[in-house]
């Protein structure tokens, strides 16, 4: 059973029978947006969200990045599937954890609207951590209707002792790339 994660709530990344996760995979979905027409119709104008995952070492440094323009880390531990510029497919960020080097103390995901619309405009957007062994959901985090930002740093997954814990943290954010969302994460390392 998956947990509904709110702003700053933190999940232990374990398995029900105490053993660690080896394998997680973030999802991202969402819906276009719905406007309504001249003469009473409605319209849907498409909205290209964007999930990125921020690879970090010890003292805040930035070790690698995955997202649109980068579909692997280079140790190939984490794989995104490939940008969706419509949210039909949505996009999945994979983390093979068990691969990550021992430099790598967490990874934070963010979110961003590249068209540049605001969450407030997004309908039914979801971010999604689930066990890719079992494919059984662990938690959610809704996005949708969160308010007036373009972005959003959403979770860090940190190490916790021999595992993982993920950290839901929601902040609103500007910007249409991870780039212009590096001051707001930076606060979360």
């Known amino acids: 059973m998956a947990i509904n994660l709110s702003k700053g709530q933190s999940v232990s990344l374990t398995k029900s029978d105490g053993g660690s996760l080896s394998k997680v995979h973030m999802t991202l979905s969402w819906a276009a947006a719905s406007k309504k027409g001249f003469f009473g119709g409605s319209k849907t104008k498409a909205i290209d969200l964007d999930a990125s995952c921020l690879i970090f070492g010890s003292g805040k440094h ?58 407030s405009q997004i309908e039914n957007a979801t971010a ?18 969160s308010g007036p930002h373009t972005a959003l740093v959403m979770a860090k997954v940190g190490r916790a002792g021999s595992g993982w814990a993920m950290t839901a943290i929601g902040a609103p954010a500007a910007g249409t790339t991870f780039h212009d969302l590096m001051p707001a994460v930076d606060a979360y390392l």
């Open 62 to 119: 930035l070790l690698d990045q995955v997202w649109f323009q980068q579909l692997g880390s280079r140790d190939g531990s984490i794989v995104h599937t490939g940008d969706d510029r419509t949210g039909g497919a949505g996009e999945t960020i994979t983390v093979d954890l068990g691969r990550l080097p021992a430099e790598v103390t967490g990874l934070v995901f963010v979110v961003n609207s590249y068209s540049g619309e605001s969450f």
């Open 128 to 145: 999604v951590l689930i066990d890719s062994i079992t494919n059984q959901p662990l938690a959610n985090y809704t996005l949708a209707g």
